[in-house]
C-alpha cells in the first residue's frame, strides 16, 4: 500500500510516497558470530520464496555473538506464515547449526507507515 505522505524527501518534492511493510525483528545469542553468519548466508537465497522482500543480519557493538535480524514483508499474513515456517524440523535444525541459544530468541512484528 502507497500513501501520499506531507514530508518532503532529500531532493525537496513536497510529498513521499511510503510503502506499508511489516517487519520481523528476532534477536538471539550465537555460540560464534562467524559461524551463525555462513549458515545464514547459506539460507539467503530460500528467504524470498518465504515471503521475505527485505533483509539484514546485524550484531551488537559490545557482544559480537548478540544478533539481531529484520526481515521485511508485504504483509501481515506472510510475516505469520514465515513465523510458522521457521517452527519447522528443518528450520529448527538450521539454527541449531547456526548455534542460535533457542532460549534467547525473541521475535516481535512491526507495522510501518
Known amino acids: 500500500m502507497v500513501r501520499e505522505s506531507p514530508f518532503g524527501d532529500s ?3 513536497k510529498t513521499k510516497k511510503e510503502i506499508n511493510v511489516i517487519t520481523l525483528i528476532a534477536r538471539h545469542q550465537v555460540a560464534d558470530w562467524d559461524k551463525w553468519f555462513a549458515v545464514y548466508e547459506e539460507q ?3 528467504l524470498a520464496g518465504m515471503g521475505v522482500t527485505g533483509e539484514a543480519a546485524l550484531r551488537s557493538t559490545t557482544d ?3 544478533v539481531v535480524v529484520r526481515h521485511e514483508f508485504d504483509s ?3 510475516a ?4 510458522k515456517q521457521t517452527e519447522n524440523p528443518e528450520m529448527a535444525e538450521a539454527l541449531r547449526a547456526g548455534g542460535v541459544d533457542p532460549d534467547t530468541l525473541t521475535m516481535e512484528l512491526f507495522h510501518c507507515h
Open 64 to 66: 559480537g555473538n548478540d
Open 76 to 78: 501481515l499474513e506472510a
Open 80 to 83: 505469520e506464515e514465515f513465523i
Open 44 to 46: 539467503r537465497g530460500q
Open 11 to 13: 531532493r525537496g518534492s
